[in-house]
């Protein structure tokens, strides 16, 4: 059974960067395509960028365009958060979904919260002065 735990978040500044992690166990990361997701109080959970299993596609919501990169390694994955705003305030999640290593699927990610069956618990991410 793969099981994800999210660390990195904390209290920055507007302007400010963080980087969370996404540390794999039980698996290897290797065989998953990973996603994060935020959801704030009230509001639907929210796709922000993912990554395939073959490393060479992501994604990035509008939102976090330009500000946010995803990567990953064998082990873990990480989003790096740039040029936070008070509005990234949220609870982060990354999640993980098995990918055959061929076919379509290998080289695609998306970031629609059904496509995951693997979410770690969360981390979160204030954004304040």
């Known amino acids: 059974q793969l099981q994800l735990v999210e660390s990195g978040g904390g209290l920055v500044q507007p302007g400010g960067s963080l980087r969370l992690s996404c540390a794999a166990s039980?698996?290897?990361?290797?065989?998953?395509?990973v996603a994060w997701f935020r959801q704030a109080p009230g509001k639907e959970r929210e796709g922000i960028s993912c990554i395939s299993r073959s490393h060479r596609s992501t994604y990035y919501a509008d939102s976090v365009k330009g500000r946010f990169t995803i990567s990953r390694d064998s082990a873990a994955a990480f989003l790096q958060m740039n040029s936070l705003k008070p509005e990234d305030t949220t609870i982060y999640y990354c999640?993980?979904?098995?990918?055959?290593?061929?076919?379509?699927?290998?080289?695609?990610?998306?970031?629609?919260?059904?496509?995951?069956?693997?979410w770690g618990q969360g981390t979160q991410v204030t954004v304040s002065s």
């Open positions: 039980g698996l290897p990361l290797d065989a998953y395509a």
């Open positions: 999640a993980a979904v098995w990918r055959a290593p061929f076919g379509s699927q290998f080289g695609v990610c998306v970031a629609s919260e059904d496509g995951y069956n693997f």
